[in-house]
């Protein structure tokens, strides 16, 4: 393996770990601040502080997003519609299942995409990459099932609820791999990760902006200080996964980057039971387990087709 894809395998692992931490305790966090003044707070910070930098430190960069404006506004509707529905969908169910259904649909839609020709890499090299896919398919279909049916463990409303949950973490791993190969496509343009991470959250802040301005009415408000406190926590487990994954986006293919970011769930399965707001579900860990099978199958299909 090349050095710099290696460290692009090293930097999505870490990222994995960062993005389960970020999946358990924003969905606790949610329930003392509105998560829509947190995006606009948190990303919206974000997308002028990375973007401004790049402006003033290297402004070729920002020429180049310009020569390439069609893929940045794609890039930031498919961030929209990923931020949103990962903010329904992590207070609706489990946050295990949220991210397993998430990360499961990323290979899935990296597969259909480079069928089309939308992402790089991407196909099935052999039986044991197509046993996994089929696998961490299968895993998706019972996760969805378990938590439909009340198995899982915690629900918050009924069915409906549930439903809604689901659909707003396939629809969050569907677009996130759209994000991915867009990013490709800004890097191979000259469009630095920084750059790449400010511009994408500008549709996104005016959006939870706009929300957040008519749901505030409706929400008890935190002192300030208490606000800008579990801002500042929320933007310590936000942020950093983000730009890890934009590093890595520039080393390794979205395949690769999907495969291993289905690896993720087993550590949100561990960490949401300590925190304690979700209860022990022998049924999510078994959908959790079809997973992970599923994705060493692919991973090791990966290995052995290089």
């Given at each position: 393996m090349r050095r710099g894809a290696a460290f692009g395998v090293a930097l999505t692992c870490f990222y994995v770990v960062l993005e389960a931490t970020q999946f358990v305790y924003l969905g606790g966090l949610f329930q003392r601040i509105d998560p829509f003044l947190f995006g606009l707070i948190v990303f919206g910070g974000t997308a002028v502080g990375f973007t401004g930098w790049t402006w003033l430190v290297r402004p070729k960069e920002i020429a180049a997003a310009r020569a390439h404006f069609k893929h940045v506004v794609l890039l930031n509707l498919c961030a929209l519609v990923t931020f949103m529905s990962y903010l329904v969908s992590v207070q609706l169910i489990e946050p295990a299942i949220t991210y397993s259904i998430s990360s499961g649909m990323m290979p899935l839609s990296a597969l259909v995409f480079a069928w089309f020709g939308v992402t790089k890499g991407g196909g099935l090299r052999n039986w044991s990459e197509l046993a996994g896919t089929v696998v961490i398919f299968a895993g998706?279909?019972?996760?969805?099932?378990?938590?439909?049916?009340?198995?899982?463990?915690?629900?918050?409303?009924?069915?409906?609820?549930?439903?809604?949950?689901?659909?707003?973490?396939?629809?969050?791993?569907?677009?996130?791999?759209?994000?991915?190969?867009?990013?490709?496509?800004?890097?191979?343009?000259?469009?630095?990760p920084a750059a790449v991470m400010g511009l994408r959250l500008l549709l996104y802040t005016v959006a939870t902006g706009a929300v957040a301005a008519v749901t505030a009415q409706s929400m008890t408000p935190l002192p300030i200080w208490q606000l800008l406190g579990l801002c500042a926590l929320g933007f310590v487990l936000a942020v950093p996964p983000l730009y890890v994954l934009q590093r890595a986006v520039a080393l390794v293919s979205t395949f690769t980057i999907a495969v291993l970011t289905a690896l993720g769930p087993i550590v949100i399965f561990g960490l949401q039971i300590l925190e304690g707001r979700v209860a022990f579900a022998t049924a999510t860990l078994i959908g959790l387990s079809l997973y992970m099978a599923g994705a060493l199958l692919t991973a090791f299909g990966g290995y052995r087709g290089r």
């Open positions: 998706v279909v019972y996760l969805s099932i378990a938590t439909l049916s009340g198995w899982s463990g915690f629900v918050r409303g009924g069915i409906w609820q549930g439903a809604l949950g689901v659909a707003t973490a396939m629809l969050d791993g569907v677009f996130f791999t759209l994000i991915l190969a867009l990013s490709g496509r800004l890097n191979a343009a000259g469009v630095g």
